[in-house]
């Protein structure tokens, strides 16, 4: 991609969050983008409207004529497409320049400083926070995030600024192909194991991320990870964590459904910093992403309006109705930690009121790995309704389904299993007090449903 010039752009899985923020970058550019999605989405028609030319059948009779070039036309794919897909069997048997999206992103961290954001848990949310800072300061960027930002509705911004904000994914050890300028470490609790096979082996590939950060760059890592970095000798050193570290923050206060307090840092502190979406995880993340944007040269005045004017991401911590009767919100969680994190969230900031998730587990080697984990988190609610596994890119395997999670909640807590295709049915005719939905499947499809249906019986409660 560096050397030759590309007047086309295919994409297999076109609809894929971080695929789609790639595809809008060659959009911006000018070039022909294409592709195929096995499913239309939101997103997918989003693209199309932008531009996109995409088809949702496997068939390369489909694939349009600029994008049958190989002289002219880049193939980008995402992990999850099989080997046996046929347009990518096509593009293979001819040729073609063919990369993973991470090897377009890893071009994009060479030709930009990047500032990456890895870990298993937070990547998301502190890339579009750092993003987002440094989008509304002097400084300016690029980012290609793993979710949509509320403040853009986009998962992308496109400048002339010399800085790209990358979220670092580590799932099929995608981020090796990046060359970090600067990077966050959130978190490397192990999960894709199908992917790595050992703890050890998901360590390691962390390890080796630390090293391709460039030189006189900057790695800012979580305090206390269960990892060794491997740096190259000019690279600076910071770690961070709620309330010590480097980083860290000072006089937290949360009131009234605000939380406000002081970023202590060794370049320079900066008082009453005040969350623009107000959860209390954000504060560790809010840390990481102003010690990126600091270390690149954001002012202290420039991190307070960006964390103050920070809207969130779609589908993380998301509130869909905040009335005193009736919390409903969305989060994307996914991972036992997620899950953990986000119930403690809640329950400090609704510390009398009866919470209930409906969970949607996402993938069979996840649940089979971490169904105790999952119980453990998830009964730190009071009602927990669980749906059948989103199986993503997976096979069933024997045995294992929600039932292994449901079988060790806690005694004593309500619970209960359903079908997908029921939960509408069950919000139509329940009550609710907070209601979560958690995970990384299709139930949040029915989101703007339920909400509807929730909004409804507010209007007629309150008639």
């Avoid at 890895?118 to 949310?125: Q, R």
Wanted: proline residues 4%; negative net charge; hydrophobic residues 35%.
């Amino acid at each position: 991609m560096e050397n030759k010039i590309i007047k086309a752009v295919y994409f297999i899985g076109a609809g894929g969050i971080g695929m789609s923020a790639i595809a809008r970058y060659f959009i911006k550019k000018g070039m022909v983008v294409a592709g195929y999605d096995k499913t239309p989405s939101t997103l997918t028609r989003q693209l199309e409207r932008e531009g996109m030319l995409i088809h949702y059948e496997e068939n390369v009779d489909e694939i349009p004529f600029v994008c049958q070039q190989k002289e002219s036309c880049l193939v980008v794919y995402t992990p999850a497409i099989p080997e046996s897909h046929k347009e990518l069997q096509y593009f293979r048997k001819n040729g073609f320049d063919i990369q993973k999206r991470a090897q377009v992103l890893g071009t994009l961290t060479r030709q930009h400083k990047g500032l990456c954001v890895a870990g298993t848990h937070g990547k998301t949310t502190t890339s579009t926070m750092c993003a987002h800072i440094m989008h509304q300061s002097h400084l300016d960027c690029n980012a290609f995030l793993g979710g949509i930002s509320k403040n853009y509705g986009t998962n992308y911004i496109l400048s002339d600024s010399d800085f790209v904000v990358i979220e670092a994914d580590e799932f099929d050890r995608s981020f090796h192909w990046l060359s970090p300028y600067m990077t966050v470490i959130t978190s490397t609790d192990p999960d894709h194991l199908d992917i790595y096979g050992t703890k050890e082996a998901y360590l390691e590939s962390f390890r080796h991320y630390t090293e391709l950060i460039q030189p006189d760059g900057a790695l800012i890592i979580h305090r206390d990870l269960e990892m060794q970095e491997a740096l190259p000798e000019s690279v600076r050193r910071y770690d961070y964590a709620l309330t010590e570290g480097d980083f860290h923050a000072e006089n937290i206060r949360i009131e009234n459904g605000e939380i406000t307090f002081d970023f202590v840092s060794p370049i320079e502190s900066v008082s009453d910093i005040q969350l623009g979406q107000p959860v209390p995880i954000n504060i560790e993340n809010g840390i990481a992403a102003m010690a990126m944007a600091q270390l690149a040269g954001c002012t202290a005045n420039e991190l307070r309006i960006g964390m103050k004017t920070y809207d969130g991401v779609e589908r993380r911590f998301d509130f869909k109705i905040k009335t005193p009767q009736l919390v409903f919100l969305s989060d994307y969680a996914h991972h036992p930690k997620e899950i953990l994190q986000s119930a403690r969230s809640i329950r400090e900031l609704y510390k009398d009121r009866k919470i209930t998730a409906i969970f949607q587990p996402h993938l069979y080697t996840r649940t089979r790995d971490f169904y105790q984990d999952f119980a453990d988190a998830l009964s730190l609610l009071d009602e927990v309704i669980l749906t059948e596994i989103y199986p993503a890119r997976e096979k069933p395997i024997e045995g294992v389904t929600s039932q292994l999670i449901y079988d060790r909640l806690r005694p004593g807590i309500e619970k209960s299993l359903i079908c997908k295709d029921d939960v509408l049915q069950l919000v139509k005719h329940r009550a609710f007090d907070v209601l979560i939905v958690l995970g990384a499947g299709d139930l949040d499809n029915m989101v703007p449903q339920m909400t509807q249906i929730l909004k409804e019986k507010l209007n007629t409660q309150q008639a």
